[in-house]
């Protein structure tokens, strides 16, 4: 799984792990996860899945965030805010799901 884990979006390479760390630099952000969806346009488009504590940032906001600390093609498409992120028994986070989840969303 760790091969999906990066993200190819108009020929470039994109980490989720770099997009995570600023994310959760916003104070309302406890977790958070990256994954690439598949986009007709650009190969992939990255989606961030943001659990939140206490007050709720909104999208604009996290935008902001990600516009001040990397390049403009590297900021989420989308946030999905969720009341927890699907982890195994080790407390790794599954992405595969993640995925499922975002692809389902949007097919309907």
């Given amino acids: ?21 600023v994310l959760l630099t916003h104070p309302h952000v406890e977790e958070c996860a990256v994954v690439g969806l598949p986009d ?11 659990v939140t504590t206490g007050g709720a940032p909104d999208a604009a906001e996290l935008d902001e965030l ?16 969720v009341g927890r992120l699907p982890k ?11 995925r499922k989840t975002a692809d389902n969303s949007r097919a309907t």
């Fill in 1 to 21: 799984d760790r091969s999906k884990d990066l993200i190819i979006s108009g020929g470039s390479n994109i980490y989720p792990r770099e997009i995570e760390e």
């Fill in 88 to 98: 195994n028994a080790y407390g790794k986070v599954l992405k595969a799901e993640l």
């Fill in 66 to 81: 990600c516009l001040r600390h990397l390049a403009r093609y590297k900021r989420p498409r989308g946030y999905q805010f």
């Fill in 40 to 50: 007709l346009e650009w190969g992939e488009t990255p989606i961030a899945f943001i």
